[in-house]
């Protein structure tokens, strides 16, 4: 019995149709990019993408069900592309010391903010009112979080690290972290990520929405310390 070709009529309709639906899905998103980069995420509307794309809002309503659908997309996207940026910037580092390592992610984090300050502010921005972020961005949103735990994994492991005081009073929490973030690691040191991990987004959100105006000017010199000095707050160096 012969075997029938792999390009049969209909499987080069279904995979004309597929790529149909990827490129349309990418033109919404663009779109939406746009309009939160004029008027930012509250006002983002499904009518108003699908007019700007000459499309009816019954057909965009086929790629995205709702506004919230179309958000959480945007929002998986900005942070899987700042997670890839980080962990392209680790791979070339990934066999200096743990400080290098932590400082290169950091920088990466920066760097990705700095030339996507709209998806920045998405992510790390106001939230939208009414919008909820559902369960599925989570691994997205964790990313750059467990790559900075994966360096700090490594030190633990190696050579060691120097592990931060803990005050008696944040013992049971730091302990409550540990056991859900990286039972591994002492709870000191989870303690310390977790602080490192919220002064690092506070660090570029400042820069990036204008709060250090008049106040640091030389912002690269001055992250890059910053960022080092979270490293070995938390244990390295």
């Not at 940026?85 to 680790?90: D, G, P, T």
Request: proline residues 7%.
């Amino acid at each position: 019995m012969s075997t029938p070709p792999m390009n049969t009529p209909r499987s080069a309709a279904q995979g004309a149709r597929a790529r149909a639906r990827i490129e349309v899905t990418a033109a919404i998103k663009d779109e939406a990019r746009r309009q939160l980069a004029a008027d930012g995420a509250a006002k983002l509307s499904l009518r108003a993408v699908a007019r700007e794309l000459g499309m009816v809002s019954s057909a965009l309503y086929r790629y995205f069900p709702s506004r919230d659908d179309l958000l959480t997309a945007l929002i998986v996207d900005a942070y899987d592309s700042q997670g890839e940026a980080a962990e392209a910037a680790h791979a070339d580092v990934a066999h200096a010391d743990p400080l290098r390592r932590w400082s290169v992610v950091c920088e990466a984090a920066r760097d990705w903010a700095l030339g996507h300050p709209h998806e920045y502010a998405l992510i790390y921005g106001s939230p939208v009112p009414g919008y909820v972020a559902p369960v599925s961005t989570v691994p997205s949103a964790s990313r750059v979080g467990l790559l900075l735990i994966g360096i700090v994994r490594d030190a633990h492991r190696g050579r060691g690290l120097v592990e931060p005081p803990l005050p008696v009073e944040l013992r049971a929490e730091a302990e409550r972290m540990a056991a859900d973030l990286a039972p591994d690691l002492p709870s000191a040191v989870v303690a310390g990520l977790v602080a490192a991990w919220a002064e690092l987004y506070g660090l570029i959100g400042f820069e990036l929405f204008g709060q250090f105006h008049r106040v640091v000017e030389d912002r690269g010199p001055f992250f890059r310390h910053a960022a080092a000095r979270l490293g070995v707050n938390v244990g390295l160096g």
